[in-house]
């Protein structure tokens, strides 16, 4: 494995209507916006194959039971199936058991598309409860996706963080490993029409997501950018024309695609001395 590696996790949440639902917006009109997803993710997996880019799709349990020959498609695709919760409802607001149960039933519905218990979770809405690490860990998986302390290197997640006025006492770090996020690497909310916001020039965008892998190429021999997509956003065709673009401007910038679960793996690889 060459010394320097600047890898790229093209991350895709297939919320579908799961998210709309978490929102309570259950109206035909609000199904069917969750609905283009599916259309989208036809799209997606159009241009992975073209460019022969393995993927990571963060896939609740409730758009795996409703879509379950689009989530089989991405899984014979060959593409990682990561878990996203069984609804799009935040751990935060759960008991420890309801957490749980969400944890088992999401991997239930992950191993009847894709055969095997996702390695990898996100959680919807990016917001963990104190259990949250622990659970997973005691579930099996080896990564997390949904916190933002550094922008390009994976990093142990802590349990037990006690947050007082004085000063944040920190817990212990983890087997558990971090693949950060951001909300500025998200499609959501430069494109997603809510609340008046979102619909920006996607070229915008594109550069200042370039604009942060470039910065990564100057600073680090080695590191992973994850960028996260939800295909009822990125799906539309302008801004399938500028993910396809993004690629492209990456792949010449010297980028190795690889799926969350593989940059996890070389990460802690390289992590022992
Ligand atoms: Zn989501």
């Not at 998210?19 to 035909?28: I, N, V």
């Amino acid at each position: 494995m060459p010394n320097t590696r600047h890898l790229v996790c093209l991350s895709f949440d297939f919320d579908a209507v799961s998210l709309w639902m978490a929102w309570d917006l259950t109206s035909q009109t609000n199904i069917s916006r969750g609905e283009f997803g599916v259309v989208g993710v036809e799209r997606i997996l159009k241009l992975l194959k073209r460019h022969d880019i393995q993927a990571t799709f963060f896939v609740p349990g409730v758009t795996a039971k409703t879509y379950p020959e689009c989530c089989g498609d991405i899984a014979d695709a060959g593409h990682e199936i990561s878990h996203h919760g069984y609804t799009h409802v935040s751990p935060v607001t759960m008991s420890y058991q309801e957490e749980l149960d969400a944890l088992r039933r999401g991997n239930e519905a992950i191993r009847r598309i894709s055969g095997r218990d996702a390695v990898g979770y996100r959680s919807p809405a990016w917001d963990l409860s104190p259990n949250s690490v622990n659970l997973l860990l005691q579930e099996g998986f080896i990564y997390d996706s949904s916190m933002m302390a550094h922008d390009y290197m994976p990093y142990r997640a802590r349990s037990g963080d006690v947050v007082q006025s004085d000063a944040i006492r920190f817990g212990e770090e983890t087997d558990l490993i971090e693949m950060p996020i951001s909300w500025s690497n998200d499609d959501f909310p430069h494109f997603e029409y809510v609340r008046g916001g979102g619909l920006q020039n996607a070229d915008h965008v594109m550069a200042n997501w370039l604009g942060d892998f470039r910065f990564m190429i100057a600073d680090t021999d080695w590191g992973v950018m994850t960028y996260t997509f939800h295909p009822f956003v990125i799906g539309r065709g302008h801004r399938m024309l500028m993910l396809a673009e993004f690629i492209n401007r990456l792949s010449d910038l010297g980028a190795d695609f690889v799926t969350a679960e593989t940059a996890v793996r070389e990460f802690k690889q390289k992590e022992i001395p």
